[in-house]
């Protein structure tokens, strides 16, 4: 779920975390099925053997009790590996920057950040039936010059996400708006013109305000019909939002 109050490795004394997310629990069940399957088996087998042929189970009975203790430790070492890969993967977004932390089984570790003044775009996405009735999905994030594209999997409330994040955008570029050219500068870009506009959006969930990129557009573009999404926290099976093509409306 969302929290604010964790310290991590690598922060800055006077930067303030906003975000700091994990995957939404429900996604790792699967994981937690595989195992109790895997676990299953084997007792199924030892089973059938007692009673198909006793006289087999009783002889070897040593060496089946070794064999199943090293099956037993390899599911346990198996399963401890994919919890530590649940747990570790995490998303923070601090007041500066996007920081996405991948953990590759028990000593490899991804850690990639993003400034948020490199932000172009945001978008949420829930698919299936879980993800639409738990309310979690995926979140997209489109990056300005090279720095390659985020994606945020299986994230609780991704829609909030997207609001949070497009609002610290908001208050960063208000007060410190030569930060955004000093950057495009080092990238190479060139003057990005971009709006910044608050509305207030209200849900069941919560009450946020919504900030978002838009991107100057020709005159044409404001003859075509207004699309409309629903952004109160719940989106339909499938639906994909996109929080700058679209900004919500009060």
């Known amino acids: 779920m969302f929290s604010t109050q964790r310290p991590f490795i690598g922060q800055k004394p006077d930067e303030k975390v906003i975000l700091f997310v994990r995957k939404y629990w429900i996604s790792f069940l699967g994981f937690v099925g595989l195992t109790l399957g895997m676990t299953l ?3 199924v087998f030892l089973i059938i053997l007692a009673f198909l042929s006793p006289d ?3 002889a070897f009975r040593s060496h089946l009790i070794l064999i199943s203790s090293a099956y037993f430790l390899f599911v346990l070492a198996f399963f401890l590996v994919g919890w530590i890969d649940y747990y ?3 998303v923070i ?7 996405d932390i991948h953990q590759r089984g028990l000593f490899s570790r991804e850690i990639d950040e993003l400034d948020i003044l490199h932000v172009e775009d945001v978008s949420a996405r829930t698919k299936g039936i879980l993800p639409t009735i738990f309310r979690y999905g995926n979140v997209y994030v489109q990056t300005a010059g090279a720095a390659r ?4 999997e ?3 409330y991704p829609q909030k996400m997207c609001r949070q994040i497009l609002a610290l955008y908001d208050e960063i570029l208000s007060k410190q708006p030569e930060r955004l050219k000093n950057l495009d500068r080092a990238e190479g870009l060139g003057p990005r013109h971009i709006h910044s506009s608050s509305n207030e959006i209200t849900g069941p969930d919560d009450s946020m305000p919504q900030s978002s990129l838009q991107s100057s557009q020709p005159d044409e573009e404001t003859d075509r019909p207004e699309e409309k999404h629903n952004l109160d926290g719940e989106i339909s099976e499938g639906e994909e939002v ?3 093509d679209h900004p919500p409306k009060n």
């Open 41 to 43: 088996v084997l007792v």
């Open 88 to 90: 570790f993967d995490v």
């Open 56 to 58: 087999f189970f009783i």
């Open 149 to 152: 594209n985020f994606l945020f």
């Open 154 to 156: 299986s994230v609780p």
């Open 242 to 244: 996109n929080f700058r």
């Open 93 to 99: 977004v601090t007041d500066r920057r996007i920081i």
